[in-house]
């Protein structure tokens, strides 16, 4: 299998940041072609009133249009716990075909079981257009695209390398940001370290792109990074870093952190592909909130 799909391709990358989750969402465009992909769009919610508006996402909606392009993909890098997928409803706008990893099965098992959620949930990914396996070889326009199944962070992360860009999800972010978390269900960190060093055996030059940024150190928030910026600086998995030396970090430094504000709403919407749950009888949608379970 061939990681890189053909590095000389540089793909236009517009970027996005929602201010309320640190998440950046991305516009890849192929320059040959009007063809795009929106990876990880945001569908915003304020948790406390219990709405949805689409701030977000009717501004990746809007630059999609006023560069008239054509969605081919929504790409979801992994099953987020910090913000609600915005894909169907950018699906219904414009179109395109929402894919997730494959191992999106194994994640809706266990949160399936979080949820107590009944036999009318299914639980083989159907809800997604696109399930990607490893190493699978695909195109947006004319550019050459693979997926890597990269978990660690959760089972079902992957990273997908258009051209000389990467798109890393949660498990890498800014050098001096370090590596995502590996402690919810399903997750790993010496997985996690395999999945990353696969992603750091890409060509030095290769451009990684982040999912999440914080500013640490009160700096400008900053998504893009190169392999060879990570390999030299990363504050966790910089080369000379061993999987033991990280995977003790990892773990300590998990225990210190707590759950994402919006992870019992994300999870619950973004396993059923951004899908709200089903309304009641009265009209009205409700989510689930389990007690001493998470």
């Not at 191992?103 to 949820?115: G, M, S």
């Not at 400008?220 to 970090?249: L, P």
């Amino acid at each position: 299998m061939n990681d890189n799909p053909g590095p000389t391709v540089q793909p236009d990358v517009s970027a996005f940041f929602d201010q309320s989750t640190n998440t950046i969402s991305y516009v890849v465009r192929d320059p040959a072609s009007d063809a795009c992909a929106i990876i990880d769009p945001v569908l915003n919610l304020d948790y406390a009133a219990g709405r949805i508006s689409h701030a977000g996402a009717d501004a990746l909606i809007a630059h999609v249009r006023a560069q008239q392009l054509r969605v081919e993909w929504l790409i979801e890098t992994h099953v987020h716990a910090d913000h609600l997928s915005a894909a169907p409803y950018i699906r219904q706008q414009l179109g395109g075909r929402i894919g997730i990893g494959q191992h999106i099965t194994a994640v809706q098992e266990t949160f399936a079981r979080v949820f107590d959620e009944g036999r009318e949930f299914h639980r083989d990914g159907s809800q997604f257009d696109h399930l990607f396996s490893d190493g699978e070889a695909y195109s947006i326009g004319g550019m050459p695209a693979v997926a890597l199944h990269t978990p660690g962070h959760t089972p079902a992360c992957m990273t997908h390398v258009v051209g000389d860009a990467a798109f890393v999800g949660d498990t890498l972010f800014m050098p001096d940001g370090g590596t995502a978390r590996a402690d919810f269900p399903g997750g790993d960190a010496a997985m996690l370290f395999r999945s990353i060093r696969r992603v750091l055996e890409l060509p030095p030059q290769t451009r990684l792109f982040m999912c999440h940024d914080y500013g640490p150190g009160g700096r400008d928030i900053a998504w893009q990074s190169t392999v060879a910026a990570e390999r030299a600086e990363n504050i966790h998995i910089r080369d000379g870093v061993g999987e033991a030396e990280f995977v003790a970090m990892r773990q300590a430094r998990d225990k210190t952190l707590g759950m994402p504000a919006l992870i019992i709403p994300a999870l619950q919407v973004n396993m059923r592909a951004g899908a709200l749950p089903e309304p009641e009888a009265s009209g009205k949608r409700f989510l689930k909130v389990p007690v001493d379970v998470l």
